[in-house]
Structure formats: structure tokens, C-alpha cells
């Protein structure tokens, strides 16, 4: 059994420009979820997709858009970068049908310059 | 909004000694959980508390949800250097999907 990846680990952009961050779900999980991890501070909700749906959003502006495919993997896009967004991105899977518990991957560390 | 409010936010203590981290709403969670996450790596789920007054223990690790579900703790005995990390509480909601966490303990254990 596999468990969640990200990538890429580490990524640096420009202010303004666009970017894209991929996730493969943990193994017979339905359920995605994205993270956004300032230093220091927990993690907060971004958005989640359910079956190529999204099932919720957090108070992201809509420049943060997702998407999720057929074998569950996800991908994160952010465009017009700002500053702000220097963040650890965390990418979770879960079973789906109300069960809350996540399966967290590494991260990707991104860094706005 | 659902807020969880965590405390201590740093906490050094020696190897040996014993410490609660408490993790506080004025909301209900349907589900509680506990997460320990290490630099550059994302959170690992230590437990998960659904009734209120559970009790869980692991190893040295007791969790305890709050009778009316709006709190929890975590109590570490004879901490270990190995314990050092972030702990994260995040409560679950029933309708909602996502988590919402806490803002953290970040605990180090001297050796």
C-alpha cells in the first residue's frame, strides 16, 4: 500500500507567476484534500475533491483552483503568486463517506520571491 | 468559523518528565484527532476520539476528549527526545469535510 505523495518537494517562483502542485492519494482513498501550512501555524483548508468534484472550500481567493482525476490523484493551481503564499502545501487523503481522518504527504515547500 | 485554540505553544522540557498539551473550542466536533508532525514533513495521525470522555491511550500518549466534545488533551509520560515535534490537535464536523486545526505545540525534549 502506497501512501500519499507530493510533488515536486521544493519550488521557487517569481511574484505573479502561476503554479502547480501534484498529489497521488493513498491507495483505495476517494477523498483529496489541499492544506495550506504558514510557519509556524497549523494547517488550513483550502479546498477537497470528492470523486472529481470539489466537496468544500476554505477561505482561499479563487486564484487557487484544483482539480482531481479519475485514479484520484489531485493537482493544486495558484495563479498571480503572491508573496503571502510561501507556504508548505499539504496534499491529504482519506476514505471519504464522513470519515475525517487524513493521510497526510510531505509537502511541497513553496517560496515566492 | 470553528476555532481550536492550542496550549502550550512551545514547551522544552527534560527527558523523564510528564506534560499535558490541551487543545480548547467553544464549537462541537463530531471527531477529534491528534497529529505530530516533524520539520519538513507533513502531519502523522496519532489518534482519533469520537465520544465524549473517551479515552485513549498509546504507549506513553493518553488523549482525552472533552465530555461535551469541544476539548482535548494530550498527556505524554516520561517524555523521550524522540517525542519532539509539532503536535496538532484538528477537530472533525460531521456535515463539513475539512479540518480545522489548531495552531500548534511545538515540544522539545533534552535529553
Known amino acids: 500500500e502506497t501512501g500519499v505523495t507530493q510533488s515536486p518537494t521544493h519550488l521557487i517562483k517569481t511574484r505573479g507567476q502561476q503554479v502547480t502542485l501534484r498529489c497521488s492519494s493513498q491507495?483505495?482513498?476517494?477523498?483529496v484534500s489541499w492544506y495550506q501550512q504558514a510557519l509556524g501555524q497549523g494547517p488550513q483548508f483550502i479546498f477537497q475533491?470528492?470523486?472529481?468534484?470539489?466537496?468544500g472550500r476554505g477561505n482561499f481567493p479563487p486564484r487557487f483552483s484544483g482539480l482531481q482525476f479519475p485514479n484520484y490523484s489531485s493537482e493544486l493551481n495558484v495563479n498571480a503568486l503572491e508573496l503571502d503564499d510561501s507556504a508548505l502545501y499539504l496534499c491529504?487523503?482519506?476514505?471519504?463517506?464522513?470519515?475525517?481522518?487524513?493521510?497526510f504527504g510531505q509537502g511541497t515547500r513553496l517560496t515566492v520571491v | 468559523t470553528q476555532l481550536l485554540e492550542q496550549s502550550p505553544q512551545f514547551l522544552s522540557i527534560q527527558e523523564g518528565e510528564n506534560l499535558t498539551v490541551y487543545c480548547n473550542s467553544s464549537s462541537v466536533f463530531s471527531s477529534l484527532q491528534w497529529y505530530r508532525q516533524e520539520p519538513g514533513e507533513g502531519p502523522v495521525l496519532l489518534v482519533t476520539v469520537v465520544t465524549g470522555g473517551e479515552v485513549k491511550k498509546l504507549k506513553r500518549l493518553t488523549f482525552q476528549f472533552g465530555d461535551a466534545r469541544k476539548d482535548s488533551s494530550l498527556h505524554i509520560t516520561a517524555a523521550q527526545p524522540g517525542d519532539t515535534g509539532l503536535y496538532l490537535c484538528?477537530?472533525?464536523?460531521?456535515?463539513?469535510?475539512?479540518?480545522?486545526f489548531g495552531s500548534g505545540t511545538q515540544l522539545t525534549v533534552l535529553p
Open positions: 475533491y470528492y470523486r472529481e468534484e470539489e466537496n
Open positions: 491529504a487523503s482519506s476514505l471519504g463517506q464522513g470519515r475525517t481522518e487524513a493521510f
Open positions: 491507495s483505495g482513498h476517494n477523498t
Open positions: 484538528a477537530g472533525g464536523s460531521g456535515s463539513a469535510r475539512q479540518l480545522t
